[in-house]
């Protein structure tokens, strides 16, 4: 059974860090391209970071570009979320997901992802 399960979410004030990580299970995604994203209450869905099968190459939403840095250990079959300068617009479940197809490149939209976690909750106040 495949599972992805994120886990380092908290509440925290403004200006704070957290590091989120993801925990793949059932199958290796060493190959596969994988990201994060995040839904706010009363809000879709939304992009955070993608980040290649290699490792080399990332993508990040113009909100979070400068603040969040998204990485990987595929000899751990892990995904992390380092995440500075928090603000509270950041307050948000987040969770990660991966691509079906290894080789896939990273993307941007929700529907490529073929795998997804169930979430951990991000709250930052002012």
């Known amino acids: 059974q495949v599972q992805l399960v994120e886990s380092g979410g908290g509440l925290v004030q403004a200006g704070a860090s957290l590091r989120l990580s993801c925990a793949a299970s059932?199958?290796?995604?060493?190959?596969?391209?994988m990201g994060w994203f995040r839904r706010a209450p009363g809000k879709e869905r939304e992009f955070v970071a993608a980040?290649?099968?290699?490792?080399?190459?990332?993508y990040y939403a113009d909100s979070v570009k400068g603040r969040f840095t998204i990485s990987r250990d595929n000899a751990k079959n892990m995904m992390y979320l380092q995440m500075n300068s928090l603000k509270p617009e950041d307050t948000a479940v987040y969770c990660c997901?991966?691509?079906?197809?290894?080789?896939?490149?990273?993307?941007?939209?929700?529907?490529?992802?073929?795998?997804w976690g169930q979430g951990t909750q991000v709250t930052v106040s002012s």
């Open positions: 997901a991966a691509r079906y197809y290894s080789g896939a490149s990273y993307s941007p939209s929700g529907d490529d992802y073929a795998y």
């Open positions: 059932g199958r290796t995604f060493s190959q596969n391209a």
């Open positions: 980040i290649s099968w290699r490792g080399s190459s990332t």
